[in-house]
């Protein structure tokens, strides 16, 4: 985005403050950012929304303390093909920490979806994110501050009752990043668990009453179970590579089921043993995935 784009833009989303900035800060500003509209969109929100100037959001790129182990660290980067700008990661992680701040429950919202696919995601599985004996209201609360740092979209479709929600692509791989860090390591080990728990515990079970459900949580479940931090949750990736192996074993997706039970078997042996129920069920499954090949 060129230079006159990105000032109109910075100025349409930020409010009063933008407005009053500085010619000079807000041009270095921009420059930070290199003219991308989602590192623009963030910084703006996070002005307009606490109230500080365009010279003071600017102070806090450059000296954020954690930027140099974010931005410079030598990651073995699992996203390398549509890695995180820094420009982005620097407004993601100050917008972050203010809402670590102010709203456990934002923070624990966005962790646990950035395991999930970033589009279509239903309200049931933010309130799933949210967790067990957390009210409505508050939860509408986190789901607000977190579109209010343009970190959530709320999507409603022409007869849509509830509205379904987006995160930006580079949001969600920011956020994954970020649980990268060796000190980070036990809350991705949460949130990553929390996510395939969600799955494998709300994805039907593939019978024909529930296809319905199992398309809107679908892409949800392949995406949770493909990422690398599933690996250390073999159990609860092996119940739900089961249940959606039952699914597309009813679609007639025979192959792509095939493949999935093959993984499960694998998991439920790894995990539990090869005689145990869940590995046997699997087993039951891979043959009668077979047998609808006719092999």
């Given at each position: 985005?060129?230079?006159?784009e990105a000032l109109t833009l910075f100025r349409?989303?930020?409010?009063?403050?933008?407005?009053?900035?500085?010619?000079?800060?807000?041009?270095?500003?921009?420059?930070?950012?290199?003219?991308?509209?989602?590192?623009?969109?963030?910084?703006?929100?996070?002005?307009?929304?606490?109230?500080?100037?365009?010279?003071?959001?600017?102070?806090?790129?450059?000296?954020?303390?954690?930027?140099?182990?974010?931005?410079?660290?030598?990651?073995?980067?699992?996203?390398?093909?549509?890695?995180?700008?820094?420009?982005?990661?620097?407004?993601w992680l100050i917008s972050m920490e203010r809402?670590?701040?102010?709203?456990?429950?934002?923070?624990?919202?966005?962790?646990?979806?950035?395991?999930?696919?970033?589009?279509?995601?239903?309200?049931?599985?933010?309130?799933?994110?949210?967790?067990?004996?957390?009210?409505?209201?508050?939860?509408?609360?986190?789901?607000?501050?977190?579109?209010?740092?343009?970190?959530?979209?709320?999507?409603?479709?022409?007869?849509?009752?509830?509205?379904?929600?987006?995160?930006?692509?580079?949001?969600?791989?920011?956020?994954?990043?970020?649980?990268?860090?060796?000190?980070?390591?036990?809350?991705?080990?949460?949130?990553?668990?929390?996510?395939?728990?969600?799955?494998?515990?709300?994805?039907?079970?593939?019978?024909?009453?529930?296809?319905?459900?199992?398309?809107?949580?679908?892409?949800?479940?392949?995406?949770?179970?493909?990422?690398?931090?599933?690996?250390?949750?073999?159990?609860?990736?092996?119940?739900?590579?089961?249940?959606?192996?039952?699914?597309?074993?009813?679609?007639?997706?025979?192959?792509?089921?095939?493949?999935?039970?093959?993984?499960?078997?694998?998991?439920?042996?790894?995990?539990?043993?090869?005689?145990?129920?869940?590995?046997?069920?699997?087993?039951?499954?891979?043959?009668?995935?077979?047998?609808?090949?006719?092999?």
């Amino acid at each position: 985005m060129g230079q006159p784009e990105a000032l109109t833009l910075f100025r349409r989303l930020g409010g009063s403050n933008v407005n009053a900035g500085s010619p000079d800060s807000e041009a270095e500003l921009l420059d930070i950012l290199e003219g991308l509209p989602l590192a623009i969109a963030q910084a703006a929100a996070f002005i307009r929304k606490t109230d500080i100037t365009t010279e003071t959001y600017v102070k806090m790129l450059k000296s954020t303390a954690d930027l140099p182990r974010l931005l410079d660290e030598s990651y073995v980067d699992r996203y390398r093909e549509s890695d995180v700008p820094n420009s982005v990661m620097r407004t993601w992680l100050i917008s972050m920490e203010r809402i670590a701040k102010e709203n456990a429950c934002a923070y624990k919202i966005l962790h646990t979806i950035a395991f999930f696919d970033n589009q279509g995601i239903p309200s049931e599985l933010i309130h799933a994110a949210a967790g067990a004996g957390v009210e409505e209201y508050d939860i509408r609360i986190a789901v607000n501050r977190l579109r209010d740092f343009s970190f959530l979209q709320i999507r409603i479709a022409l007869g849509q009752v509830l509205p379904s929600y987006e995160l930006h692509r580079l949001v969600q791989l920011a956020t994954r990043r970020s649980l990268e860090s060796r000190e980070k390591k036990a809350e991705q080990r949460l949130f990553s668990e929390m996510a395939i728990r969600i799955m494998a515990e709300t994805f039907p079970d593939g019978t024909r009453g529930t296809w319905d459900r199992c398309k809107t949580y679908l892409s949800h479940s392949l995406k949770a179970f493909t990422l690398p931090e599933m690996e250390q949750h073999t159990h609860l990736t092996a119940k739900l590579l089961t249940k959606l192996t039952l699914y597309l074993n009813q679609q007639g997706s025979w192959k792509e089921a095939e493949e999935l039970n093959l993984r499960a078997l694998e998991l439920q042996k790894e995990a539990l043993g090869e005689k145990h129920p869940s590995a046997l069920l699997a087993m039951g499954n891979l043959v009668s995935t077979y047998w609808r090949q006719g092999r």
